[in-house]
Structures are given as structure tokens and as C-alpha cells.
């Protein structure tokens, strides 16, 4: 900010500074100086009284010399010239017999940063490493610092490098602490000072004699250095564990880091460290700085990735305090969400309710999509408040609520009744585009059950002439081609305006040239149109997973400690990334949607990439289904209910059907899969399938419906540790898609898929189900396991060869198979060996990476 | 690693500036405060960027206290050392406002200078610093606590005249060297209490934090005792005996403080070094010992005239003897309210609708304990609907409580040696 005069300015400060009268009075002088500096602080351009200042350098007075270093570092680039004059004052200073004097001389000697000046400070500067005070020493060791990155190009002298190694023995641990920094930046080429054993073990020793700023910098460098034996590492984490639990944040997260660095191929100790940090972490969470309490909950979001119960019982440490700013409540959403569980869901929501009547509107929208997050596994609360906030009638309450009910209907396409019922003269208020959007999209897709859909699609047609945003444009084409297909006498005639304004009148390219695509599409006939429409109605992916599964702490112990946690968007929003539906309707997935079929051909070169560690009996099968050309295709999708309906009713017939033992495996099978949302403690480390389960209809056709049974051991011990992510890419490879999982490391694992075969002769295709499941070590787990594949022996439909492989894939793959259960329908044998085999091969090649 | 700090007003005037590694050159500070100003609320983030520059801030006394820095940095300690920095800005000059920074800038650069060097943090230590600074601090009103000797009327000494005002602690460390004989320490003890209230008047959640602070203005102390309650306990597991024993969860110390004699009788030894610091930080959840200090009850209807009508009954259950000062109530009403008409049952309060924040302000400048409060505002909401209704509340209370800790907590003594000479005053702070 500049003042208006800044000249008239200079010229009388010039004027005051030359006045023998105010040089000759100490404290004018001083006074003369200060209002220099002042100016200089404003903004105002002082660099023409440069010279005066040169002389008022030359003075007794130490607040003066300050005073005019202040001024002369910041100017000195410009007057290069001029600066040499200093050098000799800062020179003589250097000797004074006042250390403060002498160290103030050397700072600011190396702050003048001219390469000019180099060859005068080099001197002193050494004669600094030396000097009996510890605070000139602390300067020197800097100061060598600074002249390597003034002079890049010119080495520092090896002698220098040595002097700097040996002062990290100083008795002042500021100066221990400035050599580590100062051999860091000097050495950066190197790869920083070199950490060895003793360096590390004597920085360890004087570690308590440092400041907390000094112990940082000492954590920050250890975290370079490997311990050679695990009982050194042993030794120490034990003499770090104080620091860990330390009350001073940056000592704490310091050490964290450290010690994540150190067990990185420990996992188990790891986990325990984060364990052990959770009350510090809390603490700061508690914080009287608000910026402190800020970074506490981003580090704490970082530590749910890998431990997600972590805080589950101090879920209320996280309710957002009335007073505090949109950026933290915002962040303590993020973290409520991931800590719901049984227990505690109604106090969440309770709690979310209240957060979405917000006068900030950003704190209002977080709170709302964070309900629909919390309403992917408890739909029927969230959906009920969702539902009452409608009734507010404000448009960026309405438009939040739309759009997360939107993304919800995406994941969960059990909230569609509800949803379709609340639509219903919503858009009435919904000003934003990105409301309308969703509206229109849900409108498009659920068209035939929200009964005023015409209506409201008809007065967005009328407005279309005025409406100003591309995406509302091209969503009401889309809507409004899907409503036509199910309601054709209602829309016909608005459709036909619409299209006739779009591709005549609209002059966004965009818009007209959907317009056209759909009105060619309509030429090609109706079918056509359906086809291409009438995608998905719901992400048919991991939308039953529930919570996020635990990563490893890997993946961010990189950027733990840094400034990366904090940054806006950071933790990824995964009902924009992963729920969107626009996002999958003009961007699908390639391997989903746009190639329905796979030739088993591609199967074969998966199979020839993994390694040859494939059992014998996996490649003669594999060898058999290839001669019978098998393919595999995910159309036409199962939705996660429909599946669960099919298997319960077919887990129940044939548990009809079985014998009494195979009966028992199953009734305890399906009790299991029912209550396992309840059965385990820690929710959020487990399986949820997360729908309100409907109980199985049993059809009357059911009975007679044509379908075979079958079960089979398959031995990949690595499977279960595998991430979700990869085994469904892989399955995807292939055509099977996996629609639920548990996270990995948890016991049992289980992963649910579908696929439909296609063969070649075949007169129709058929629809797999699957389940594969790993029990684990626990003998009575075993114990089930032998009687499943005894059950696969009676199971009808089930080969003598077949059999004979899954007793022996039990015999020698002991407790480390993973039994596969699958259920075909209409029953074809060859087809299910094909398929059988392709699964093996994934997960043979899935598992042989993992090792 | 620090490149660069500087100071900003909250109105963006360049207060200090001082470039540490003259790395990343040209206007930093404009950047900065273009970014803050094109946010549309009024808390910027804390880390903001802008191509390759890494703005970590804080805001302290109504200023911006700013750091540029590079990305693998640690938050946590950019964050503590401009907390730090405010603190001893606040300790050398007094107070921490925009006219106290702009009084004393050359002794702020010098604090900078000798705290930081090449952008590493040498030292914070105020024990550590004052030798090195020379700067007197320039303090706008000076105040010491014999000032107060004489408030008393008609020369009666009262206990209000025992109450020093907040600021009696806000001056400079540094004066006290020249001036000599105020030999004054301050031990502060604050809690925070947040607490959730559901609409059934059924405790949700309950929260207190609380610190020990000293500030110092003792030239040469070198022992000092504080004592707290006996019956002080820490941790949920531990059996609470018969009568007010005081627990809190958690509790962290000062690492300068020694704790021999705490387990066996609960005091605290430390040597303070001039300046204030935190000497004790403690927290208890969940259970709180008294009851929470108010209940309010609400009643909130439509009239006939299609107004808003809320009729608020607030009583205070602390004893008689203590009252509550600054209490703020803020209710949120409907968007779109437009006027306000209130009752207010004495003439020191006040009330406000507030339009930006969508809230009615009831003010309560002194709330003795025992008492009921009673209010009536009628809002005039057009469009009024029963939806509109969910909008009011929650109702938020802030408040403070001199005298009166919600734990129980109290320092039983403190004892200083070498004892200092002269008699000793002591005093009881307003927070």
C-alpha cells in the first residue's frame, strides 16, 4: 500500500539522514532510521537512501545497526556496488569483542546475498566455525549454508564439509541442530548428510537436549536411515515411544513420521504406532488454535484410511463446535461419516440434521451429502430426514438434496420409491444448475414412477429458450429421450419441440449436435433407441460395499506431515469421483459398457503371462474349455438385488434338496450373511451388505426352474489379501463382475460375482453366480470347509473329475483354498467348466503377482 | 523450512515482512491477500497455494500471520511457531493488535531475526531471546495493578477492587526490567466448556478444556510452586472418594515443569521464564462434575398475524454468590426474516437480528446465578411456512464465568522463592 508521496517521502528522510545535527543526537538518529524502515514495511520504495544508510551503519548503537541491516538486506541486490562499502564495517564487527555483535555481523554479512561479496564473507566465516560464543557458531554453520546456494556452481571447500560433520559433536545443541541443515542443503546433490550408525545413534542421545523445533528437524533427518538389525529398530522406537505420545503436536506428528518410515515393512507395528498416537492426536484436535485443530483432523482423516475404527468411540469429539469455521466443520463431516456404526448412527444423523440449517450454504451442502453418504447403508433414516429438509423450500438446501439423492439412487437403487415420491414439485425451488441437472437426470431415469414427470419436464421445454446453462440443456435432451421411451403418449409432442428448437434455433454446438444424434437415433427405430438409452440405473460396482476398506499405511505415509493433508479436496469426495451418474453416462466404463462380450482367446494370454505355477489340474481344465470357444458377458446387468434374491432362493432349494449335513452348512451360511452387520465389533473393518435385506420370495416357478449347484476349492492363499480395486479390475479383464466384498485381511472374506456365458453351439446363455470365500485359520471353519466339499460331491450336476480335484485342492491346500460356490441357471455343464477354469486362471495370476 | 513471514491487518496494510531465503521473490504478500479476498466467506483456508508457493496462516488478534513455506513441510510446526511468534509478539508488546504490531515493528523484526535464521527456527525461548533483543517495546497505555490500590471508594477496600481488569496483564515483559518493583505474576486458569443440549434438555455431549497459564514478569525467579486441589484425580478408572474431588481425562504438561511432588500432593514446580506460557492443558469429557451453568427453555409458535413468536426463558443454576458476565444467545430464525419486536425483561440487555448470519443476537452484559431471564422476540417472516420452523434453533450461548471453574479446579497456593521482598498483593483476574 504505497503511500501518496512516497517521493516527497524519501527526499525528506534523505535530508534528515545527511544533517549533522541528527547524527550527532543518538536517539534522532535512531528515530530518522525507524521511520526509514517503517516506510520500507508499508511498501514504499526506499532503496534510494541507500548510501545514507551505509553510513549510519558505522555506529555503536546495536538497535541502530539492527535497525539499518534490516534495511541494507533488503536493498542490497539492487546496489551491489554500494554494498561493498558494508563489507568492511561487518568485517570489523566481526572481531568486536561482543559475541552479539560479532554473530549479527556474520547473519547479516551472509543475508546480503551478492555472489560479489563472496570472497570477503569466507573469511569470517570460518573464523565463525571457531568462535568460543555458541551463537556466532550457530550463524557460521548457517552462513555456509547460504553461500553454497548463492554460488551453486562453486564447491564448498571439502575441509568445510568435514569442519561442519564434526561440529554435530558441539556441546549447544542449536548448532549440532544447524549443522544437520546446513549439511543438508549443501549436500542435497548427495542425497543430504550421510546417516550412518554412529550419527544416528548420537543425534538419538542428544535428541532431549534440543528444543522442540530441533527435535523436529533431528526426527525429519532420521527417517533417511535404516536400522540394520530389528533389534536396533526395537531399540528405537522404545527411546522415541516418549516422543510419540508427546504433548507438543509437531513432536508427535515428527515422530510418527519417523516411525512409519522406520517399520515400513512392518505393518503390525505400524498399525500399533497409530494406535498409540490417537490420544495426542485427539488432543490437538482440542486445541485452542483453531489452525492447530485444523490439522489435527486432516491427519486423522489420513489414519482412518488404514485404521478406519480408529476414533469410532470418539465420534463426539467431532461434532462441530457452533462457533468454529466452515473449513473445519466441514472437515469433521468428512470424519463423521466414516466413523457411523450401529451404535451411534441416530446421535450422527441427529447431530447432521441440525448442521444442515447452516447459514453458511458450503457447511449446509457438506452436512447434506454427507447425510447421503451415511444413507448408502442406513437408507431409510438419512432418506426421512433428506425428505423433511425438501420442506424447507430453500433452493441450496433443495438442490444439495437432490443431487445427494441422485447420488444415492445411483449406489443404492432400493431408495428409488422414496426418492420418486419426494421429487414431486421440488422444482419449484431449485434455482442452480447443478440441482436441475440431477433433477432431470432422476427424472429421466425413474421417469415412469414420478407421476408429474411430463409436467415438469414441459415447463423446463418452455423455458429452454432462456436457460443458460450447457449442462441443464444437454440433461433435458437426455431426460426427456428416456421419458419418451417409457411414457411416449405424454411426451411425443413436447419431445418433438424440444429436438426442433435444439437442432434449429440452439447455437452451442454441444447441445444441437446431441439433438441430432438423438433424432437420427429415433430414425433407427425404437429398440434402437432403447438400447442405447437405457443404460444403468444404479453402479452396478462396489455399490454394496460400505465404508471404505482399510488401506495400507503405505499409501500415505508420504504425505503424512506434509501440507498435502490440508489442501481443499485433498480426501477424495467419492460421490463425485466414484457416484456420479453423469459422469458414467458420458464417460462409461470402457470394459463395462462398451464391450459386453470377451473372446476367450484373451483369457489364454492372461493365462500364458502369469507364471507357470499354476496347478496341473487348472491348466487341463483350462485346456478342455478352450477347445469349446466360451465367452463370457456381463449384459444383461444384475442388480445387487436381484442377485440376492436368485442366490438366497437358490441357496434355500437346494438346501430343500440337499442332505441333512449339506443342510446345515447352508441354514448357518445364510444366517451368517444375515446378521453380518451385527456379528462383528468393529464395524467399519467388515463386510456390509448394506441393503435392508428383502427376505427371499420364493417363486412358485423357482422350483421348476433348471439350475446347477456346484463347489470347488481353489487354492490362492494371497487372494484375500488382495485389494478390491485390483480383483475386480481383473475380473472386469474378463467379463465377471464382483459386486460385493469384504475389505482385505478381514476373516471370513467373501466376494460375490455374476457373469453370463455364452458358447458357441449353445442355444442360449446362461447367468453364474459366485461366491468365493476364505475361512481362514480357525479350525471349525476348516472343519465346515471339508463338509462344503463333501456337499460338493453330493451336489448334483457336479463331475466325478471335479470332485476329485476340490478333495484334493482341500487335502493339500489345507485351510489356504479359497472355496468357490457357484450357482448356474439354465443348467449347461460344459459352460460351467469354462467358466470355472477362467476364475481359476484370474485368480491363480492375481494370486502369483501378489507373491 | 520457512521462506518468507509476514504480518497482515485484516484489511490487508502491510504490516511486516521479512524474506528469509530470497528464493521465491516478487510479491508474495499481494498474492496472499488476493487469494483471501476472492474467497467469498471469511475464513480462508489455512494452506493455500499458488504456483509453487505454499501460504501457511493463522489468525491471531485480528491479524494475518503468514508463512511461505515448500509443500513437504510440516503443518504442525509452521502452525505451533506462528502461534508461537503471536505469543511473543504478545509478550513484548503487550497486547496483539494492529496498532500494537505497528508501534513496534523494528522490535518484532528483531524478534524475527533472532528467531528464525536462513528459515530455520533457531529459538522461541523468551529466556533465550532476551538477551539478544534491545528494542524497548513502545506500549500505548501502561497499566500496572497499583493503579488499582486506590480504586476502592471512599477508601473501603472492597472485594470488586480486588477484581483486576483483563488488560492488567497485557504490557510488555521487557519494561519490567527498567521499571522495576512490579514484581507481578499472573496464573490464569481457563477452561472452555462446550456443551450440547438436546431439545428434550437431555445432555448430548459435554466437553472442557481446560489450561494453567502463567505470565511472568518476574526479572529473577527460580522456583516457583503452584498447588492445586488434593483431591485432584486424572483418568476414568481411578475411584472418586466422598466429597468434591476433581477429575479431569487427560492432562499434559509444560515440559518444564516437574512433577515430583504432584503424584504425592499435587503441586507443580517450575522455573516460568518471562512471558506467558501454557503450563498445564487438561481435558474432561462427558461427565461433567456440576451441572451445565444454564438451561434455556424455549417455546416458539406462529401468531395469528402469521408472525414468528419465541418466548425464551433462560435461568442461571449458578450459586448466587458467582455470575456470569458476556452471555451472548445466538437463535438462528428463517431465512428472509425481516424485522424484529422484542421484550426484554430489564433494560441492560439487548437484542439484534442479525440479517448475514440469519440469527437473533440476545445480549446479557452480567447474569447473576439463581436468576431467570425471560424474553419474547416476534420476527416478522414473510412466507412464513411449518417448515419454516426446523430452521430456528439450534441455539447457541457463549458466556464466561470469572471466578468458577466447571471441573472444580483451583490453585490451592502459590509459593514462590526466593521469596521476593515487600509485601505481596493478590489479586483475582476477569478474564
Avoid at chain 1, 414427470?453 to 450447457?470: M, N, Q, W
Avoid at chain 1, 435444439?502 to 438423438?518: P, S
Avoid at chain 1, 507364471?611 to 496341473?616: I, K, L, N, V, W
Avoid at chain 2, 502461534?83 to 508501534?103: I, P, T
Wanted: one cysteine or more.
Amino acid at each position: 500500500m504505497p503511500y501518496l508521496g512516497g517521493e516527497e517521502t524519501v527526499r525528506e528522510l534523505r535530508r534528515a539522514l545527511s544533517n549533522p545535527n541528527v547524527q550527532s543526537d543518538q536517539l534522532r538518529y535512531r528515530n530518522t532510521i525507524l521511520k526509514v524502515i517503517r516506510a520500507m514495511s508499508q511498501g514504499v520504495d526506499m532503496s534510494g537512501l541507500f548510501s545514507e544508510m551505509v553510513k549510519a551503519c558505522a555506529t555503536v548503537d546495536v538497535v541502530q545497526k539492527k535497525l539499518v541491516y534490516v534495511f541494507l538486506c533488503s536493498y542490497a541486490a539492487l546496489n551491489p556496488e554500494l554494498s561493498l562499502l558494508v563489507i568492511n564495517t561487518l568485517r570489523k564487527d566481526c572481531q568486536d569483542p561482543n559475541p552479539m555483535v560479532r554473530s549479527l555481523a556474520l547473519r547479516n554479512m551472509t543475508n546480503l546475498r551478492l555472489p560479489s561479496l563472496v570472497e570477503y564473507v569466507e573469511q569470517p566465516l570460518a573464523a565463525g566455525l571457531r568462535d568460543r560464543a555458541a551463537c556466532v557458531r550457530r550463524v557460521a554453520v548457517l552462513g555456509w549454508a547460504k553461500l553454497h546456494n548463492l554460488q551453486a556452481s562453486s564447491e564448498i571447500d571439502a575441509a568445510v564439509v568435514n569442519e561442519l560433520y564434526s561440529l554435530l559433536r558441539d556441546p549447544d545443541p542449536v548448532v549440532m541442530v544447524n549443522c544437520l541443515r546446513a549439511l543438508e542443503e549443501i549436500l542435497k546433490d548427495e542425497g543430504g548428510v550421510a546417516i550412518n550408525k554412529p550419527i544416528t545413534h548420537h543425534l538419538l542421545n542428544r535428541l532431549k537436549e534440543c528444543d522442540i523445533w530441533g527435535q523436529c528437524q533431528v526426527l525429519r533427518v532420521l527417517q533417511r536411515y535404516r536400522p540394520q538389525s530389528e533389534d536396533e529398530l526395537f531399540d528405537i522406537l522404545s527411546l522415541l515411544d516418549a516422543s510419540l505420545v508427546s504433548p507438543h503436536p509437531p513432536i508427535m506428528a515428527a515422530t510418527l513420521s519417523l516411525f512409519l518410515s522406520l517399520c515400513s515393512g512392518q505393518p503390525a507395528v505400524s498399525l500399533a504406532a497409530l494406535e498409540r498416537v490417537r490420544g495426542p492426536l485427539l488432543a490437538a484436535c482440542g486445541s485452542g488454535s483453531r489452525e492447530m485443530r485444523f490439522t489435527a483432523l486432516c491427519h486423522i482423516q489420513l489414519l482412518l484410511r488404514s485404521i478406519p475404527g480408529l476414533m469410532g468411540a470418539h465420534y463426539k469429539r467431532f461434532f462441530c463446535g457452533y462457533a468454529e469455521p466452515a473449513y473445519i466443520k466441514q472437515r469433521k463431516m468428512q470424519v463423521l461419516v466414516e466413523l457411523v456404526n450401529d451404535e451411534n448412527v441416530a446421535m450422527l444423523l441427529d447431530e447432521l440434521k441440525g448442521y444442515c440449517t447452516d447459514v453458511n450454504a458450503e457447511t449446509a451442502q457438506a452436512a447434506i451429502t454427507a447425510i447421503g453418504r451415511i444413507g448408502r447403508s442406513y437408507s431409510d433414516r438419512c432418506l426421512e430426514i433428506l425428505t423433511g429438509l425438501l420442506g424447507l423450500k430453500q433452493d441450496h438446501i433443495t438442490s444439495a438434496v437432490v443431487q445427494t439423492m441422485r447420488d444415492l439412487v445411483w449406489v443404492c437403487p432400493q431408495c428409488s420409491d422414496t426418492v420418486c415420491f419426494a421429487l414431486e414439485g421440488c422444482e419449484e425451488t431449485l434455482q442452480d444448475s447443478q440441482g436441475r441437472q440431477a433433477l432431470l437426470w432422476l427424472l429421466g431415469v425413474y421417469g415412469e414412477r414420478v407421476s408429474s414427470a411430463p409436467y415438469t419436464l414441459e415447463v423446463f421445454i418452455d423455458g429452454v429458450r432462456s436457460e443458460a446453462s450447457l449442462g441443464v440443456k444437454m440433461e433435458l435432451l437426455t431426460a426427456t429421450m428416456r421419458l419418451f421411451l417409457c411414457r411416449p403418449a405424454e411426451t411425443q409432442d413436447m419431445l418433438g419441440r424440444l429436438l426442433h428448437y435444439c437442432i434449429e434455433e440452439e447455437t452451442d454446438m454441444c447441445v444441437r449436435d446431441q439433438a441430432l444424434l438423438y433424432y437420427r437415433l429415433l430414425h433407427c427405430g425404437i429398440e434402437e433407441t432403447r438400447k442405447v438409452l437405457q443404460g444403468r440405473r444404479s453402479d452396478p460396482s462396489l455399490g454394496v460395499l460400505i465404508g471404505r476398506p482399510a488401506e495400507p499405511v503405505s499409501q500415505w505415509a508420504r504425505s503424512f506431515n506434509t501440507l498435502e493433508p490440508l489442501r481443499q479436496g485433498s480426501i477424495e469426495t467419492e460421490s463425485v469421483s466414484r457416484g456420479s451418474p453423469e459422469h458414467t453416462m458420458f464417460d462409461p466404463k470402457p470394459n463395462a459398457d462398451l464391450s459386453n462380450t470377451l473372446d476367450c482367446s484373451r483369457i489364454e494370454k492372461v493365462h500364458s503371462d502369469g507364471d507357470g505355477r499354476c496347478s496341473d489340474s487348472s491348466a487341463d481344465i483350462l485346456a478342455s474349455s478352450v477347445a469349446a470357444p466360451l465367452s463370457l458377458s456381463l449384459f444383461p446387468a444384475l442388480s445387487p438385488e436381484e442377485f440376492e434374491r436368485l442366490w438366497l432362493q437358490q441357496l434355500a432349494l437346494h438346501a430343500e434338496q440337499g442332505n441333512e449335513m449339506e443342510k446345515g452348512y447352508i441354514v448357518n451360511n445364510t444366517s451368517q450373511r444375515f446378521s453380518l452387520s451385527r456379528s462383528f465389533p468393529f464395524i467399519g473393518q467388515d463386510l456390509w451388505l448394506t441393503r435392508a435385506r428383502r427376505p427371499a420370495e420364493k417363486d412358485e416357478e423357482a422350483g421348476k426352474e433348471d439350475f446347477v449347484w456346484m463347489e470347488e476349492c481353489v487354492r490362492c492363499p494371497t487372494i484375500p489379501r488382495c485389494s478390491p480395486q485390483s480383483l475386480q479390475a481383473a475380473m472386469q479383464l474378463v467379463n465377471i463382475q464382483t459386486l460385493a466384498f469384504t475389505p482385505p485381511q478381514t476373516l471370513p472374506w467373501r466376494v460375490y460375482l455374476y457373469t453370463h456365458t455364452c458358447l458357441d453351439d449353445a442355444p442360449h446363455s446362461t447367468l453364474i453366480l459366485g461366491e468365493l470365500l476364505y475361512t481362514g485359520e480357525e479350525p471349525q471353519k476348516a472343519e465346515v470347509h471339508k463338509g462344503s466339499a463333501d456337499g460338493g460331491v453330493g451336489a448334483e450336476g457336479i463331475e466325478d473329475e471335479q470332485a476329485r480335484q476340490g478333495m484334493e485342492a482341500t487335502a493339500d491346500g489345507g485351510q489356504e483354498a479359497v472355496k468357490v460356490t457357484l450357482r448356474q441357471q439354465p443348467r449347461d455343464d460344459k459352460a460351467l467348466k469354462g467358466f470355472l477354469s477362467i476364475l481359476t486362471t484370474v485368480l491363480h495370476t492375481l494370486s502369483s503377482e501378489r507373491a | 523450512m520457512i521462506s518468507q513471514i509476514f504480518i497482515l491487518s485484516s484489511k490487508g496494510d502491510h504490516l511486516i515482512y521479512k524474506d528469509f531465503r530470497g528464493e521465491s521473490g516478487g510479491d508474495a504478500v499481494g498474492v496472499f491477500y488476493e487469494k483471501v479476498t476472492a474467497l467469498t466467506g471469511d475464513q480462508p483456508p489455512v494452506v493455500m497455494s499458488h504456483k509453487g508457493l505454499h501460504f501457511v496462516h493463522v489468525r491471531q488478534g485480528g491479524l494475518y500471520w503468514v508463512a511461505t513455506t515448500t509443500a513437504d513441510s510440516s503443518p504442525f510446526t509452521i502452525i505451533e511457531f506462528l502461534n508461537r511468534l503471536s505469543a511473543l509478539v504478545k509478550d513484548y508488546c503487550g497486547s496483539l493488535s494492529e496498532k500494537s504490531v505497528q508501534m513496534n515493528f523494528a522490535l518484532i523484526y528483531e524478534l524475527l531475526d533472532e528467531a528464525v535464521d536462513y528459515g530455520y527456527i533457531q529459538t522461541t525461548s523468551s529466556d533465550v531471546l532476551k538477551n539478544f533483543i534491545q528494542t524497548e517495546a513502545v506500549s500505548s497505555r501502561p497499566f500496572s495493578l497499583f493503579d488499582l490500590s486506590n480504586v476502592g471508594l471512599f477508601g473501603a477496600e472492597t472485594q470488586q477492587s480486588k477484581v483486576a481488569p483483563s488488560s492488567a496483564a497485557t504490557r510488555p515483559i521487557q519494561s519490567s526490567r527498567e521499571q522495576g518493583g512490579k514484581s507481578e505474576i499472573f496464573v490464569d486458569v481457563i477452561e472452555r466448556m462446550s456443551v450440547v443440549i438436546g431439545s428434550n434438555g437431555m445432555l448430548m455431549k459435554a466437553d472442557v478444556e481446560g489450561e494453567i497459564r502463567v505470565k511472568c514478569y518476574l526479572p529473577n525467579c527460580s522456583e516457583m510452586r503452584i498447588g492445586l486441589n488434593e483431591e485432584f484425580s486424572i483418568g476414568k478408572s481411578q475411584l472418586r472418594g466422598y466429597g468434591a474431588a476433581v477429575r479431569v481425562d487427560e492432562v499434559s504438561f509444560h515440559q518444564m515443569v516437574r512433577l515430583d511432588e504432584f503424584d504425592s500432593h499435587r503441586i507443580l514446580r517450575l522455573c516460568p521464564s518471562q512471558g506467558e506460557q501454557m503450563v498445564m492443558q487438561y481435558q474432561l469429557s462427558d461427565d461433567l462434575p456440576s451441572a451445565p451453568p444454564f438451561r434455556l427453555f424455549p417455546t416458539i409458535e406462529r401468531d395469528s398475524g402469521g408472525r414468528l413468536l419465541m418466548y425464551l426463558k433462560l435461568r442461571c443454576d449458578l450459586p448466587p454468590k458467582s455470575a456470569a458476565i458476556n452471555v451472548a444467545a445466538t437463535i438462528p430464525v428463517p431465512k428472509g426474516s425481516l424485522s424484529l419486536s422484542q421484550e426484554l425483561s430489564s433494560p441492560d440487555q439487548s437484542a439484534e437480528l442479525k440479517p448475514q448470519s440469519r440469527a437473533v443476537v440476545w445480549k446479557i452484559p452480567r447474569f447473576t446465578g439463581g436468576m431467570q431471564l425471560s424474553a419474547l422476540f416476534k420476527l416478522e417472516v414473510p412466507g412464513l411456512s411449518s417448515a419454516s420452523l426446523l430452521e430456528v434453533g439450534p441455539v447457541g450461548l457463549s458466556f464466561e464465568l470469572p471466578k468458577l471453574t466447571a471441573t472444580g479446579l483451583q490453585i490451592r497456593f502459590l509459593r514462590l522463592s526466593p521469596v521476593q521482598p515487600g509485601p505481596s498483593q493478590r489479586w483475582v483476574r476477569v478474564p
